[in-house]
């Protein structure tokens, strides 16, 4: 069978609809979401942000977390692996809900490291992870980042995308001719 730009059109709008379907049953629904999400743990106040919320395979989605201390004590962090903080991307699954789809980094050292977030504005940091959409990423859906603090996993703040297919290009190449020396030896 072959497929011509209004069949690919056709599997396109199909395609769209069951994600449809899938976002009405459970997902959440489309529309605008915010570029940045909050939580708290204690006095930990984790924020996410990434630049854009749209993105295919390939694309590069710029993670950012600050983290700061919102109380009057200095906090000791203790974090199991070399890595500042992990960010995941989930998918949403019908029956089992959010499911981890990646954890990044995806290696780092198993080494306790300890330090402290002073508090106030003075503990505040910042730390940026870019990612690059996988082709394991949930498309034609939505996917969920979160982020958390190394060591503090309770401050987990999340940001919703959206992920669609590539398009690949139509073929330029001009279809064979009918009737052609491979057809007549059959």
Known sequence: MKLTASSSVLVLAIALIAAAVTVGAGCPAPGPTPLGGQATSGDLLATIDVDTRIVRPGDTVNVTLTVRNTGGEPMVIEAPTSAPIIVAVWRYDLRFGWRRVR???????YRLTTWTLTPGGEGERTYEMPLTVEKDWP???????????NGRPGARPFVLIDVLPVLEA?????APPAGDASEASS
């Open 139 to 149: 498309v034609l859906n939505r996917a969920k980042i979160t982020a958390e603090l």
């Open 170 to 174: 139509p073929s330029t190449q001009p």
């Open 103 to 109: 954890e990044y980094p995806e290696t780092a050292l």
